[in-house]
């Protein structure tokens, strides 16, 4: 099975400053991956799709790479309301799904 | 605009069944495009993936709770169910249905519904 690692655990960062999380597979997902922000109480909310692509409604300042093994969701000037959790999502052929473990975005 | 709806009961007593039904609204179940996800949360944990249906009928479940878990459709009322058996403390969480979708090979939860909490307790 592929895991997905996401680092850091917990980001420390004040409004306004940019944000780079990391997800890192186990094997190859190609450009199969997804990231989702969740705010404490709410369900996941879609963030990115293949890799790269953001979803509708999705701010600019926020922006996915990567492909294979080693994938980046950065947020380039952070607001507040940009703090949660954001957990990444990988998509292959068995399982067909798995989620990261997260990355709790405080401020700082 | 597609919603999707989690209902059944909050509370489960350890070892009898779990059962939650998703009611979607402004899609229809029977598209070709989408199956029909289960994934739950523990509290204070992450996601776990739990499996999903195609409109058709044919399902796919995490292999960690395959023996326990059942998804089905009823696509007359455009809604989806879960059960799950031998529930313990561990089954505790949130349970949240979702829309997968997939575009040029990747795929994703595109709709969440709000979630639902069941506690297994007695």
């Known amino acids: 099975d592929i895991v997905l690692t996401q680092s850091p655990v917990t980001l420390s960062l004040s409004p306004g400053e940019r944000a780079t999380l990391s997800c890192r597979a186990s094997?190859?997902?190609?450009?199969?991956l997804a990231w989702y922000q969740q705010k404490p109480g709410q369900a996941p909310r879609l963030l990115i799709y293949?890799?790269?692509n953001r979803a509708t409604g999705i701010p600019a300042r926020f922006s996915g790479s990567g492909s294979g093994t080693d994938f980046t969701l950065t947020i380039s000037s952070l607001e507040p309301e940009d703090f949660a959790v954001y957990y990444c999502?990988?998509?292959?052929?068995?399982?067909?799904?798995?989620f990261g473990q997260g990355t709790k975005l405080e401020i700082k | 605009q597609v919603q999707l709806q989690e209902s059944g009961p909050g509370l489960v007593r350890p070892s009898q069944t779990l059962s939650l039904t998703c009611t979607v609204s402004?899609?229809?179940?029977?598209?070709?495009?989408?199956?029909w996800s289960w994934i739950r949360q523990p509290p204070g944990k992450g996601l776990e993936w739990i499996g999903y249906?195609?409109?058709?009928?044919?399902?796919y479940y995490n292999p960690s709770l395959k023996s326990r878990v059942t998804i089905s459709v009823d696509t007359s009322k455009n809604q989806f169910s879960l059960k799950l058996t031998s529930v313990t403390a561990a089954d505790t969480a949130v349970y949240y249905c979702?829309?997968?979708?997939?575009?040029?090979?990747?795929?994703?939860?595109?709709?969440w519904g709000q979630g639902t909490l069941v506690t297994v307790s007695s």
């Open positions: 249906i195609y409109f058709r009928g044919s399902t």
């Open positions: 293949g890799a790269s």
């Open positions: 094997q190859s997902v190609r450009n199969y």
């Open positions: 402004g899609d229809s179940i029977s598209s070709d495009d989408y199956y």
């Open positions: 999502q990988h998509r292959s052929n068995w399982p067909p799904c798995s």
């Open positions: 979702a829309r997968w979708d997939c575009t040029n090979g990747s795929c994703y939860f595109s709709y």
